[in-house]
Every structure is written in structure tokens, then in C-alpha cells.
Nanobody, 128 residues
Framework: QVQVAESGGGLVQAGGSLRLSCAAS????????VAWFRQAPGKEREFVAS????????YYKDPVKGRFTISKDNAGSTVYLQMSSLKPEDTAVYYC?????????????????????WGQGTRVTVSS
């Protein structure tokens, strides 16, 4: 089984950038689809972006399209979320999740019930 751990969160001004990292241990992400979710205070956890096992399928939640980029390193050991043009509404705890059983299609990738391995989260705060 894979273990995942997020890093890279912090405080940034609106319009700024951050890069979150999700590191795999135990196994690499070569056998897993990986997604980023976020949970803002008082709100449910929501899908942000995902990348398939081999990186061929990438999905984004509409509000982050064109601002966020998900990628995977060649070794398959780390997945990144590059966040630019950050807005106060991006403030949340960001979670990385992995799954070996995701079926094709956005509806499956955006459903948090399809992910079995979760990190502890990293907090992102965007000030106005």
C-alpha cells in the first residue's frame, strides 16, 4: 500500500502562487491515480484536480481551471499542484488522495469515495 504526505501549504496574498507536493512512500504512484481535494472551514471536502496512473487523463474543478496545474514527476514518487492567481476563496486544507481502483471518467475521479489513501492535509491561506 502507498502512504501519502502533503507539504507546501502556507500563507500567501491574493494573486500569489504556491506549489503543493504529495509524496508517496511504501510504493510509488505508478499504480495509482492521484487527486487533490480541499476543505474550507464549514464546508464539505471538494475535488480540485486529478491525474491518472500514467498521467494521460487530467481533470480540474471548473473554478481552478487555468490557474492550477497538476503534474507527476518521472519517478512517480511525487504529485504536484501548482497554484497561481490565488484567490481568498482558495483558502482551505488541501488533501492528497490516491486510488488503485478508479474507473475512467470525471465522475469517478471527482468522487472522494473512490480514494483509499489520504494524507493529513496542508493548509493554504490566501489573504485579500
Amino acid at each position: 500500500q502507498v502512504q501519502v504526505a502533503e507539504s507546501g501549504g502556507g500563507l500567501v496574498q491574493a494573486g500569489g502562487s504556491l506549489r503543493l507536493s504529495c509524496a508517496a512512500s511504501g510504493r510509488t504512484f505508478s499504480d495509482y491515480a492521484v487527486a487533490w481535494f480541499r476543505q474550507a472551514p464549514g464546508k464539505e471536502r471538494e475535488f480540485v484536480a486529478s491525474i491518472s496512473r500514467f498521467g494521460y487523463s487530467i481533470y480540474y474543478k471548473d473554478p481552478v481551471k487555468g490557474r492550477f496545474t497538476i503534474s507527476k514527476d518521472n519517478a512517480g514518487s511525487t504529485v504536484y499542484l501548482q497554484m497561481s492567481s490565488l484567490k481568498p476563496e482558495d483558502t482551505a486544507v488541501y488533501y492528497c488522495a490516491a486510488s488503485a481502483r478508479i474507473l475512467a471518467g470525471y465522475s469517478h475521479y471527482q468522487d472522494n469515495k473512490n480514494y483509499d489513501f489520504w494524507g493529513q492535509g496542508t493548509r493554504v491561506t490566501v489573504s485579500s
